[in-house]
């Protein structure tokens, strides 16, 4: 075994004296553990010359097999390390905006919940689509004929945008009715046609343009205009009132908000745990801004059976 830690030293760094210094021993110690190496294996491992070390082929097989084993072995012990410590790995494929917007904000009361658990994030910067084969948990906007094979499926919410502002943006935008700013997400942002006070305007309202929603949404609570917000990304911020609605209109899509677990992954009841506390906090700010925005007429939540009897 120190042969192979040895040989994987100076296969990564081609010089004897460098994987002596990393190792903690000699060159000349390095140099004769190769040497019998090699002598063990009737081949050579390396092509000495002037102008330095390198692996031949024999060297490069042996060495790719070693750091591979290597890294397995070194992910063993970190996991080992992390049970040693009775943490937990939960893995969320979400929205670098849902993450920015909603998570970040409610991280205190994750832990104060999950003192043992460890999130990992694979984090999504265009749309929310993609499979959910390697993560735990993944949060994806699904129609309600969408496939369930190899999918379980919890509804959250309705995929609902309201226009949202800071207070005092909206209450200088209202007060002199004029059209505000738009924060669009590239051009794939819906907007309403025209303006807002003045539908059948042929004028284009000012506007900022962005190809990532978290800065949309961050330009929005800088006080730089409107923007179309995703109840499930800004509901934090409306229920801090950081952002409010701007004028009562929403945009309610045919999708609902949902989280997945693929049935290829084993199940871990930490994992249901933090499912269920995600869809609750979600939930609960949806129900909020129903009661606290009666003009908006935000849907009713969808009907669980309506994913579930096929799940």
Known sequence: MNALFAFEASGRHLNFT??????NVTPAAVSRMMKRM???LSAPLFQRGTTGLSLNENGKLLHEAT???MGMIGAALTEIEVRGHSHERVTLSVSTAFTTHWLIPRMSSFKAKFPNVDLRF???MGAVTGPVDDVDLGMRFLAPDHPRNGLHIFPIMPEVLVPVGTPSYCETMLAHRTDPTLIRLSDRHPLPSGTLFNPTSETEPPSLTFDDYAIVVQAALLGQGICWGWVNV??????ERQLISAVPHIQVT????CMLQSKKVSPRPIVEQVRDWLIAELQSDYIFLQDQYPDLQLP??????LFCEQT
């Open 18 to 23: 460098k994987a002596a210094d990393e190792l």
């Open 38 to 40: 090699e002598e063990h």
């Open 67 to 69: 750091t591979r084993a």
């Open 122 to 124: 694979q984090l999504v």
């Open 234 to 239: 800004v509901g934090h911020w409306m229920r």
């Open 254 to 257: 045919d999708r609902i908000c």
């Open 300 to 305: 009713d939540r969808p009907d669980w059976n």
